[in-house]
């Protein structure tokens, strides 16, 4: 299957810091990417559609100006989580639909990225 | 908005019992996918089912979806301990490629 990488896979913040997580398609292009948020034992939540070329789509409740899409390219998008607070802190999940035909396809996800914030 | 519910939400099998989970949503689905998730992974495509009443087999793994498409089942014959996980169906929630994920059942097998 079609590979998604994340960068990076954890990172230790001090409060009121910025953090950029990097999605990345490795084998396809991706004009469409969508950005998770898992709390521990818990589902997972979309946050956002990340769109390549255009603004970012997000969930009713996410703030779009604490988390920061920005998908570049046909192969990248990033997630900026500004002013990260402690209850921030959770586990972030990118994921792509893989090509094909039809409405419904397959999500490739990211290995995650774990952020805590103190 | 949409809800997707899984039950039961965790299950412990002894290793050679079976398992089955079970996934309702609120509204119709036009598909439904299951994904696996390990402890500390990220979620795995396992499946996707289209047909209304339609069965699918991988294995010792037999998906099913409803005859209203707004329900699904897993179900894991002879678990092994490499089925640990989290199961989660997911179905689209409006929007391209969107979809909701269920709330997930946490399958522990005990060798």
């Known amino acids: 299957g079609a590979v998604v990488s994340q960068h990076p896979s954890w990172v230790i913040c001090k409060s009121g810091t910025s953090v950029k997580i990097e999605c990345r398609s490795l084998d396809f292009q991706a004009t469409t990417m969508f950005w998770y948020r898992q709390f521990p034992k818990q589902s997972l939540m979309l946050m956002a559609t990340s769109n390549e070329g255009s603004k970012a789509t997000y969930e009713q409740g996410v703030e779009k100006d604490k988390f920061l899409i920005n998908h570049a390219s046909l192969t990248l998008s990033t997630l900026t989580v500004t002013s990260a607070h402690p209850e921030d802190s959770s586990f972030y999940i990118c994921s792509a639909p893989s090509k094909g035909e039809g409405r419904a396809r397959e999500q490739f996800f990211g290995p995650g990225t774990r952020l805590t914030v103190l | 908005g949409q809800q997707v519910m899984q039950i039961p939400q965790y299950q412990h099998v002894q290793e050679g019992e079976d398992f089955t989970t079970y996934c309702n949503s609120s509204?119709?689905?036009?598909?439904i996918q299951w994904y696996k998730q390990r402890p500390g992974g990220h979620p795995v495509f396992l499946i996707q089912l289209v047909k209304s009443g339609e069965v699918k087999k991988q294995k010792r793994l037999t998906f099913q979806f409803g005859e209203a498409k707004k329900n699904s089942s897993l179900h894991i014959t002879a678990t092994q301990t490499t089925d640990v996980g989290t199961y989660f169906c997911?179905?689209?929630?409006?929007?391209?490629?969107?979809?909701?994920f269920g709330t997930g059942t946490k399958l522990q097998v005990i060798p």
């Open positions: 997911a179905g689209p929630s409006g929007g391209y490629q969107k979809v909701t």
């Open positions: 509204t119709t689905l036009s598909n």
